[in-house]
């Protein structure tokens, strides 16, 4: 088992900028892929960024120049440093793990950001 906890939300204003931190416990793999994924109330939960299968990196469009994944292997933890942050940038931000057993979610860290 894989729990994550993700920390770093909070309200901030259009422009703005935040950090968040998702840390990875437990019997944590080599080989897996660790990213980020944000749900508003009535939307579908989308891929903001992340790392994938190959360790490269990928961003959502709406994201793209603003947002940069990072990660630290040895604290097992994967960060999203999100800048010129806009309102429909509030969610609640998801960190995913997953490797060959499946994938694992954390409970989800909430943004607002403020216009």
């Known amino acids: 088992q894989v729990q994550l906890a993700e920390s770093g939300g909070g309200l901030v204003q259009a422009g703005g900028s935040l950090r968040l931190s998702c840390a990875a416990s437990?019997?944590?793999?080599?080989?897996?892929?660790l990213d980020w994924h944000r749900q508003t109330p009535g939307k579908q939960r989308e891929l903001v960024a992340g790392?994938?299968?190959?360790?490269?990196?990928q961003y959502a469009d709406s994201v793209k120049g603003r947002f940069t994944v990072s990660r630290d292997n040895a604290k097992n933890t994967v960060y999203l440093q999100m800048n010129s942050l806009k309102a429909e940038d509030t969610a609640v931000y998801y960190c995913?793990?997953?490797?060959?057993?499946?994938?694992?979610w954390g409970r989800g860290t909430k943004v607002t950001v403020s216009s």
């Open positions: 437990g019997n944590i793999l080599s080989y897996n892929i």
């Open positions: 995913r793990y997953g490797d060959y057993r499946g994938e694992f």
């Open positions: 790392f994938t299968w190959s360790g490269t990196t």
